[in-house]
C-alpha cells in the first residue's frame, strides 16, 4: 500500500447501488424495487433489443474501433462533426481518458462538493490534486471555482445537472462562467441528464464549443437511452481535443453491441420521449411525498430526488431494504441527512411512499 500514490490511498472503492440479486440473497425476500442508481425504468427499448438479436452472430469479430456509425448518428443528430465525438465504455470511460490525456500529478483539477464521485476518482487516480469547492444550495459555486483556478489548474468539472443532488444551472449562469474561464484549463460540463431537461433551459453546449474550444460536454446512453448495462456514453470537443484523447484510448474500448445499440437508443425518439415524461410524472408524485410528510428535498432536475431524511438516513435505508425498496445513501458526498431515490415506474414510486410512510409511522 505504500508505493500507491497518496491520492489512490485516500480514495474508496466506488460504492455502486446495490443490486436486486444481492438484496434477494442476502434478506430472502423477493418482489424488490430498486431506485438506487438512476438507471431508466422503462428498460430496454423494442428497437434496441431487435437492433441487438441482429448483432449477436458477429459478435466473433472485433468491433469497428473507430466507431464510425454511431460517431456519424451522434454528430447527425446534435449537429456536430464526427472528429469531435470520442465514444467510450460508459461516460465515465470518457471521464477517465480525458483526465489521462491532460493532467498530470503536478496539476490541480476543481469540482463542486457534493458533485459525481467519478472526478476525484479520475483526479486522484493520475496523482493530480483535487479541489473540491464548498456547495451553494447544494450545487455548484461557480464564482468560487473561478476563484479556486491558479496557474496549476488544468481541468474543472461541472454536472449539470448534478448527481447526486439534482441542481441546476441556468444557459445564462454557465455561459457566464465559461466565458470567464482562462484558456489553460479545461472545462469538462458533464450532462449525463441533459435529456430530462426541458428543451427551453437546455444549454446550447455543444454549439458553445466553438466558441469556448476548451469546453468538453460528457453524455451517457445509461439513463434516458436506457442502456446503463451495455455501457455507452461519448464526449464532445475541438477535434485537436478528441484526436489527443484517441491516442491513448484503448482499442475496442467500446465494444459492438454497445455500438449497436447506441445508434438504435440515439434514433428513438418515442423511447426518449416516453422516458422523459414517466420521469416528469414519477418526479411529480415523489414530491407530492415528500410534501405530504414535510419532508425536505432538493430540488431536481435529473431522474431522481434527494430527500432529506435526518440524521438516521443509514438507519432508515436498511428499514427500506428490508421492505424490499432499495434506495442510494448518499454520506460518502457529505450529505449524512439524506437519501437520494431514483424516479420509477408508478407502482415503484408508489413501493418507497408505502415503505417510507410505514417508518415514518414507526412501522
Ligand atoms: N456523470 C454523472 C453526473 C452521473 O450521475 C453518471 C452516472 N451515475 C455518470 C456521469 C456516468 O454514467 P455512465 O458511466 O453510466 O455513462
Redesign the pocket.
Given at each position: 500500500a505504500r508505493l500507491a500514490l497518496p491520492g489512490i490511498r485516500e480514495l474508496q472503492p466506488y460504492q455502486a447501488g446495490k443490486p436486486i440479486e444481492e438484496v434477494e440473497r442476502e434478506l430472502g425476500i423477493k418482489n424488490i424495487v430498486k431506485l438506487a442508481?438512476?438507471e431508466n425504468p422503462l428498460g430496454v427499448s423494442q428497437k434496441v433489443r431487435d437492433a441487438l438479436a441482429a448483432k449477436i452472430t458477429g459478435l466473433a469479430r472485433y468491433p469497428d474501433a473507430n466507431g464510425f456509425y454511431l460517431k456519424q448518428a451522434i454528430a447527425d443528430k446534435f449537429s456536430v462533426k464526427p472528429q469531435q465525438v470520442t465514444l467510450g465504455n460508459?461516460?465515465?470511460?470518457v471521464?477517465e481518458l480525458l483526465a489521462r490525456t491532460f493532467v498530470t500529478a503536478e496539476n490541480e483539477v476543481i469540482y463542486a462538493q457534493h458533485a459525481?464521485v467519478?472526478y476525484p476518482l479520475v483526479t486522484k487516480a493520475i496523482g493530480a490534486t483535487g479541489i473540491a469547492v464548498p456547495a451553494k444550495d447544494y450545487g455548484h459555486d461557480l464564482e468560487a471555482m473561478l476563484a479556486a483556478v491558479t496557474d496549476k489548474t488544468r481541468m474543472i468539472f461541472v454536472?449539470n445537472p448534478?448527481?447526486p443532488t439534482g441542481t441546476f444551472l441556468s444557459k445564462e449562469a454557465l455561459e457566464a462562467f465559461i466565458a470567464r474561464v482562462p484558456h489553460h484549463v479545461l472545462i469538462v460540463l458533464?450532462e449525463?441528464?441533459y435529456e430530462y431537461v426541458p428543451e427551453s433551459e437546455r444549454a446550447p453546449s455543444l454549439a458553445w464549443i466553438e466558441k469556448y474550444p476548451n469546453l468538453v460536454v460528457?453524455r451517457?446512453?445509461?439513463?434516458a437511452y436506457g442502456l446503463?448495462g451495455i455501457?455507452?456514453?461519448y464526449m464532445v470537443s475541438h477535434p485537436a481535443i478528441a484526436d489527443l484523447m484517441n491516442r491513448i484510448r484503448q482499442p475496442f474500448n467500446m465494444n459492438e453491441l454497445a455500438l449497436t445499440a447506441s445508434i438504435a437508443a440515439l434514433q428513438d425518439e418515442d423511447f426518449i420521449a416516453r422516458s422523459v415524461s414517466v420521469n416528469r410524472d414519477g418526479m411529480a408524485q415523489l414530491i407530492a411525498f415528500c410534501e405530504q410528510y414535510k419532508l425536505p428535498f432538493i430540488p431536481s432536475h435529473g431522474n431522481f430526488l434527494t430527500i432529506e431524511v435526518g440524521p438516521q438516513s443509514a438507519e432508515m435505508f436498511q428499514k427500506l431494504l428490508h421492505k424490499g425498496v432499495i434506495v442510494r445513501p448518499v454520506a460518502g458526498y457529505e450529505l449524512p441527512n439524506h437519501l437520494r431515490v431514483s424516479i420509477g415506474l408508478p407502482q415503484e414510486n408508489d413501493a418507497f411512499c408505502n415503505a417510507m410512510a410505514e417508518i415514518l409511522n414507526g412501522q
Open positions: 442508481s438512476n460508459g461516460s465515465n470511460d471521464l459525481f467519478v454536472a448534478n448527481n458533464d449525463a441528464y460528457s451517457t446512453f445509461s439513463k446503463a455501457r455507452s456514453g
